[in-house]
Structures are given as structure tokens and as C-alpha cells.
């Protein structure tokens, strides 16, 4: 049984949303039968910039800015909270990556993509992430 966490939670124990992720995935660990070894993946939604165009920096800015509302306190009568889109440089997403309490919980991430780009958008964003991101992150491929 492994664990993949939300890039949305319920705000019970606070409204700061990687804090509630960390509180997550340490529960998790703490009932799992290999304890802090339990494989455990976050998701959440990053877009690097490092070789968009400026119109798609543009786009992405927005698309993020849009969804950013929804990030700041709890929604609703249940109290969900959302995860902010990571948007810009690689190097810069690295760095809130590594500052990011549930980030440093993980042993993997799984990036999602957002669903109203364009192919090229898709493209871009996922060289990027495998030639920029990923790396800046200490991945690397494997060797054959």
C-alpha cells in the first residue's frame, strides 16, 4: 500500500496547505507497517518556464493567477484547501519545492498537467520538466 497525496486537502488542523500535506503523510507513516520507509508521492501542479515563450509565460501567469484564490484560506463548508501552481524557472520551482514542508516528507512526485493547454503548451512544459526541473531536483536518468 502506498500513499499519493492530494494537491488538495481539508483544512482540520490548519490552513497552511503544506503543513496539513506534511501532517498527512507523517500520519500515514506512522500507521504503515514500514513506518517512515512507506513509499509516500505527492502531487501537485508545476510549470516551468525555462524554454516557453513569452506568450506561453504569459499564459501560464494567468491560468495560475486564476486558480490562486481557491490556495489562500479554505473553500467551502468542507474546508478544502489547494496546493498553488508552481510557476517560473525550474531553478526558482526547485527552491519552493525544497522549502515546501510536504515536499520534504516525499520520496517522488507525480507533476500533473493542467487539462486547457495547447500540445506545444504540453510539449514545452514536459521537456522542460525532464531536461530542467527534474535535475535541479537531483534526478537523473537512467543509465543504460
Do not use: C
Not at 27 to 41: E, L, N, Q
Amino acid at each position: 500500500m502506498n500513499f499519493l497525496t492530494s494537491s488538495v486537502v481539508k483544512a482540520e488542523e490548519s490552513v497552511d496547505f503544506a503543513t496539513i500535506q506534511r501532517s498527512h503523510i507523517r500520519t500515514f507513516r506512522a500507521h504503515h507497517p514500514d513506518g517512515d520507509k512507506a513509499r509516500v508521492s505527492q502531487g501537485l501542479v508545476v510549470i516551468p518556464t525555462d524554454s516557453a515563450t513569452p506568450s506561453q509565460r504569459q499564459r501560464y501567469e494567468v491560468y495560475a493567477q486564476q486558480r490562486t484564490p481557491r490556495t489562500t484560506s479554505p473553500q467551502g463548508p468542507a474546508r478544502m484547501m489547494f496546493a498553488p501552481d508552481l510557476v517560473g524557472p525550474s531553478e526558482q520551482i526547485a527552491e519552493r519545492l525544497h522549502a515546501h514542508a510536504g515536499y520534504q516528507e516525499v520520496s517522488e512526485v507525480a507533476f500533473a498537467l493542467p487539462f486547457s493547454f495547447e500540445h506545444d503548451d504540453y510539449v514545452q512544459i514536459l521537456t522542460d520538466i525532464a531536461t530542467r526541473l527534474g535535475p535541479e531536483l537531483g534526478w537523473r536518468p537512467v543509465s543504460n
